[in-house]
């Protein structure tokens, strides 16, 4: 079972900048605690022990509130001194862990995914890389992705605009940490949805699985909002 979680928590927050302007994106209030609170419940629920938080803008806000323990889970910094891009900042907070496989969330979204499901899917198929998909009746937001009968990946498209169903990226992933740390660079800004899991497409094996839990992004104040009512009644505590 995976017992190692990073967390991506350095992007700048542009799209919350009228709503939150002195706070990092992760650390946004949802009634009355920090959006990071929920995650970090969700992740201790599912069996993680041990919590890597990639930091980046106002980086001090994250660790003088959470400092290096929360409700018994520890908590680790990885200080991207310039922006690494959501690729890089995960290989910098991988140099930290020890496990063979990681568990990866955004911290500015909330995929209720069962991770036990999740790794037992991903253990299964023998794979490197598991991306944990949701179908959304709306996804001109969100890029789109095409699985085969075996649950690979096959493409990514661009968002296309168009208010049509389809796949998205959830922004939960397990990685293995050894091959992705030989088949990036160090020290460099990169996605790892464009620059990585797009170029490596059949050269190694990145699958993805389709859930069906709950699903938001505060990114965007409309969503923001919305979450000050969703998360009345959390249920991971």
Partial sequence: MITTAIILAGGFGTRLQSVISDLPKPMAPVNGVPFLDY??????????????????????KIRD?????????????????????TGGGIRMAMEMAENSELLVLNGDSFFDVNISDFFSLHHKSNTQFSLALRKVANASRYGTIELDESNDIISFKEKSGLSASGLINGGVYILNRESFLKNTPAQTNFSIEKDFFEKQIGKLSIKGFEFEGYFIDIGIPEDYTKAQNDFKEFKYR
Avoid: A, C, D, M
């Fill in 39 to 60: 995650q970090l419940n969700y992740l201790k629920h599912f069996g993680i022990k041990e919590v890597i938080i990639s930091t980046g803008y106002l980086s001090e």
């Fill in 65 to 85: 509130h959470y400092q290096n323990r929360f409700n018994n889970l520890q908590i680790k910094y990885s200080h991207e001194q310039q922006p690494l891009g």
